[in-house]
Nanobody, 120 residues
């Protein structure tokens, strides 16, 4: 079994910063892509950022230049640095990871979500 545990959410003023962490644990052979999504009240879940095992990154246009995704492969952990936060960034943030439990079998796992609230 594999678990993803997120931390780092909270309440911050507009213009502030937060750093989210997501640690994967359990029966892990390797991890391919990792990423962050978010879901605001009444809206669909949307992709925020992804990072490959080699460190290549992609971002949603709405967060480019403000958010930075990174990972520590030795710790099976992905991070999301959120800078210059805006009220519209308020959402539950979910991490996900494409985990191989052996050399041929993989599935995507999700964290439980962490709330980020940005006050104006």
């Amino acid at each position: 079994q594999v678990q993803l545990v997120e931390s780092g959410g909270g309440l911050v003023e507009s213009g502030g910063s937060l750093r989210l962490s997501c640690a994967a644990s359990g029966s892990i052979f390797s991890i391919n892509n990792m990423g962050w999504h978010r879901q605001a009240p009444g809206k669909e879940r949307e992709l925020v950022a992804t990072i490959t095992s080699g460190g290549s990154t992609k971002y949603a246009d709405s967060v480019k230049g403000r958010f930075t995704i990174s990972r520590d492969n030795a710790k099976n952990t992905v991070y999301l640095q959120l800078n210059s936060l805006k009220p519209e960034d308020t959402a539950v943030y979910y991490c996900n990871a494409a985990v191989y439990i052996n050399s041929w079998s993989s599935r995507t796992y999700w964290g439980q979500g962490t709330q980020v609230t940005v006050s104006s």
